[in-house]
């Protein structure tokens, strides 16, 4: 039995006992028992207002003067109070702790709601972007820190990817700023200072534009040489036709590679800046089919949406020739990786909110081990083929740097042995 429920029983006993014992007295035992339930109810009453009122007081430690039963729930619920106490002062506890972590870091750290406003942020935050967590607490971030890069950037919800950006305070200082979607609907933005190995990319960007640009002279005389001499190997004794062939073969290889680097470069250090070229699609494929067809044997066809009109030719706001590199890098790779039988097919077509450019081929396929790493440098799924194909190993990564530019992603699927599919997508946003 509940030991207060005990405590009650026994009080009740006892004034039914003394009611007895009264009514004896008195010679009535009805009159004593109503007396000494009265008697009981009127203590059990006059405690609880007392109760009551300590409850009101916000149930202090300090016991009030009541009896054993009323101060046995008086016990009860000051463990339960200690308890729940004991519980929040370690959590914030916890809570400091997190936020004097936060605090010491050298890196911004910065939490928004779902509407954009801040919620929090450390020191660095003011130093690195501009926010002062005092001042500019439930202020929107991006009424602070207004680069179009980063307001697109929270926009578009991409979290997986860093944002490099400058410091608006000092814009000799790189940022890498991430975004982490917190809790239920709040984001974490973590910004560090990258500067120091931002400096080092452009000496490694610097680097190779200028190797390439030094190599390009030299290779140009010697591909002339060769070609001279390979169109006049009928005066050398015949071995040397195939040497000649071979030579040539390997100097164009190279001259392919040093005009990838140069345009990869390129694409890398130029700023992210908003493009206002209108680049219309089916004109743009239609030119480089073109081109491709003359040398190939190959077929080649470029089709589009029943649903994109034809006297509404479509545009991408974008870069002419960094997107004809993109569509030309891989149309040529359809038609080196496919038999001679090869049907190569361009299709242009909206899903959902995007607009995809799919270059389709019916070639040798590609193992799926391979796939997510055919967008690296230099990464070839065949190194031994590379000769016989007069492949650099960067035309899929200039592809992914062009797209990136342009808000767009590349989708890779493929089946060895009967063909692949490399998707081009844009954001509809990119469409005028
Ligand atoms: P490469 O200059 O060697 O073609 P890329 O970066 O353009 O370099 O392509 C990387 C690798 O991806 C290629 O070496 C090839 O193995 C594979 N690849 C690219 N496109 C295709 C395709 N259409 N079909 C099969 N394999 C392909």
Known sequence: MNSLFRVAILRLTLFLFLGVLAGYQIGNILLGLVF???????TMLFNYRLFQQWLDLGATTKKPLLNSFWIGIVDQINRIVGKLKEENDKLRADVEFFRDSFQVLDSAVIVIDAKGAIVWANSAALTMLGVNYERDQ???????FRAPAFIKY???KQFDDFLIINS???ASKTLEVQAIPFRQSQVLIFARDISELAQLERVRQDFLANVSH???????????YLETLKD??????????????????QSNRMDNMVTDVIWLSRLESL??????DRVPVAGLIQSIISDISVASDKTLSLSMDSRIQSDKPISLLGSYDELHSAFSNLIQNAVKYTGPEGVISVTCYHRGDTFRVNVSDNGE????????????RFYRTDESRASSTGGTGLGLAIVKHVLGRHDARLEITSQLGKGSDFICVFPNSRLV
Request: charged letters at 20%; a negative charge; proline letters at 9%.
């Open 365 to 376: 396929g590609i193992d799926p081990v391979h796939i997510p790493r055919l967008t690296e």
């Open 154 to 156: 929270l926009n578009n």
């Open 271 to 276: 700023p992210d800046d908003e493009y206002h």
């Open 232 to 249: 006049n190997a009928s005066q050398f004794p015949s071995a040397w036709s195939n040497v000649f062939e071979q030579m040539l073969e």
């Open 214 to 224: 030094e190599l390009r002279t030299p290779l140009t005389v010697l591909t002339g």
């Open 168 to 170: 608006p305070g000092d």
């Open 138 to 144: 439930r202020e929107l971030l991006v009424n602070l």
């Open 36 to 42: 000494a339930l009265s008697a009981f109810i009127f």
